[in-house]
């Protein structure tokens, strides 16, 4: 296994701009998630994919933001019109089996000037 | 609705001393405990998960966690900690095996001096 990769590791934009974050999960995991970390918290959940069907999305996630995992392999997070209060880390995670922990990636460090 | 409380932010522990720290949780049915540790620019890496059986579990690191359930708690403990252990700790909880979605504390900062 390579991990989880998540791609970019950094990015600034100013605000009203669209950014995209992909993330590459093992090989194999059918399971995806991506939660939010913001500075001082813990990270929350934001959306769950088994396989390409997104199955649950947090309250979190408003409108501007939409996740895909077109082809049950990599994912990408869209925000739209981004604002200062969407600065956080973007973490990816993946797991195969119902009793496998949950593998994250490095995540992606969000900052909206 | 679940919820974990991390109730210490910060700890400074001195190297070779022991550690304890503390998890409580809120969730109705049998929980799926776990301890995870955030280095900085890392990504969470599991210490330790508690699904069923043993209630003292024993992870990686040297690290082990002992599920209460008289307390709702998972505390998190370790005989003797190294300069290298100084990261953030974040305890969660999980729904359920099949899905698994994942509530995490606040996290606990550990601070090792010399």
């Known amino acids: 296994d390579t991990g989880v990769s998540q791609n970019p590791r950094h990015k600034i934009t100013k605000r009203g701009q669209n950014v995209t974050f992909r993330c590459d999960p093992i090989?194999?995991?059918?399971?995806l998630y991506w939660y939010r970390q913001t500075l001082g918290q813990g990270p929350e959940f934001l959306t769950y994919?088994?396989?390409?069907?997104?199955?649950?999305k947090s309250r979190l996630l408003s409108d501007r933001f939409s996740a895909e995992r077109p082809k049950g392999s990599f994912s990408t997070l869209e925000i739209q019109r981004t604002e200062q209060g969407d600065s956080a880390m973007y973490l990816c995670?993946?797991?195969?089996?119902?009793?496998?922990?949950?593998?994250f990636g490095p995540g992606t460090r969000l900052t909206v000037t | 609705a679940q919820s974990v409380t991390q109730p210490d932010i910060h700890i400074t522990v001195s190297e070779g001393a022991s550690l304890e720290l503390r998890c409580n949780y809120s969730?109705?049915?049998?929980?799926?405990l776990f301890w995870y540790v955030q280095s900085p620019g890392q990504g969470l890496q599991l210490l330790l998960k508690?699904?069923?059986?043993?209630?003292l579990v024993q992870g990686i690191k040297g690290f082990e966690a002992e599920f209460k359930r008289s307390q709702s708690s998972f505390n998190l403990r370790k005989p003797s900690v190294h300069w290298s252990d100084a990261a953030e700790y974040f305890c969660?909880?999980?729904?359920?095996?099949?899905?698994?979605?994942?509530?995490f504390g606040t996290g606990t900062r550990l601070l090792v001096s010399p």
């Open positions: 090989s194999e995991h059918n399971r």
């Open positions: 508690y699904f069923s059986g043993d209630t």
């Open positions: 995670a993946s797991r195969r089996l119902e009793l496998d922990e949950q593998y």
């Open positions: 969730y109705g049915a049998t929980p799926y």
């Open positions: 994919f088994q396989n390409e069907a997104q199955l649950e």
């Open positions: 969660a909880v999980g729904r359920d095996t099949g899905f698994q979605k994942l509530v």
